[in-house]
């Protein structure tokens, strides 16, 4: 049991890794961006202030989310390093609680843009990270629907994946999966998908597909994050 709710905090802190990477990178581009983005509006100055407004509401929404996201950043330790002026939280339900109401602000006061799509993502995982599987699966099923394109697609489309296998979708999911693995180009990476599919199989309790599923990740994608683990799961030659 405790191995696969160290999994389980594996995958949450992975999910919140890759989204704060993908949010820092988009930060950091946001400005030119925007003034991409202005010079095409305002060939249209009907619209000017409209976009005037939404630019101001998504720098509000950017603003808060960065708060949120920062709290989710925080590690948690109950002995703080002597000296150490970081804020940390004793546990995840501390940090949780004090992140969650400011996702839930972005959401609800900033609807529409940017922020708000992120910190629904962030809503999603929180609700899974509780085993409310209810709450974040539609969550996540929105925003890759309606964000094919963003930076965060990917991550979100794995963890629908997850937890569709955990729910007890895996033959289904293994099929979809393996119709992705013959595109040339998907929305998840291929050796994600290798990965999901090893996980799937196990759970279909075929370990002969799981097996070949990791070995292809190790001699098709050697520099993989996900080749340790692939041959940790490799049963003794």
């Known amino acids: 049991m405790s191995e696969r709710l160290n999994r389980k905090d594996l995958k ?25 983005s202005a ?8 619209v000017a202030g409209w976009f005037g407004y939404q630019s101001r509401q998504e720098t509000k929404g950017q603003s808060r989310l960065a708060e949120g996201i920062e709290i989710m950043n925080v590690p948690v330790t109950e002995t703080p390093a002597p000296g150490s002026v970081q804020k940390s939280y004793k546990t995840e339900d ?19 843009s940017d922020a708000a799509s992120i910190a629904d993502l962030y809503l999603a995982r929180i609700a899974a990270w509780r085993g409310d599987i209810a709450s974040a699966r539609p969550r996540l099923e929105r925003f890759v ?29 293994t099929a979809e999966l393996e119709a992705e693995l013959k595109k040339e180009e998907s929305l998840v990476p291929h050796d ?42 490799l049963p003794p030659a």
């Open 39 to 46: 010079a095409i509006l305002l060939l249209a100055l009907s």
């Open 145 to 173: 629907a309606s964000h094919r394109e963003h930076l965060l697609a990917a991550p979100a489309q794995m963890s629908l994946y997850e937890m569709r296998i955990e729910a007890g979708e895996a033959k289904a999911v």
């Open 192 to 233: 994600s998908i290798l990965a999901l599919l090893a996980s799937s199989y196990q759970r279909l309790g075929d370990r002969a597909k799981a097996a070949e599923m990791n070995r292809r990740i190790i001699t098709e994608y050697p520099d993989s994050a996900y080749f340790l683990d692939a041959q940790r799961q």
């Open 12 to 36: 949450h802190d992975k999910f919140v890794e890759e989204v704060g990477t993908a949010y820092s990178f988009a930060r950091q581009n946001q400005r030119r961006l925007l003034a991409i």
């Open 94 to 112: 501390e940090k949780v609680a004090k992140a969650e109401p400011i996702f839930k602000d972005v959401v609800s006061k900033y609807g529409g």
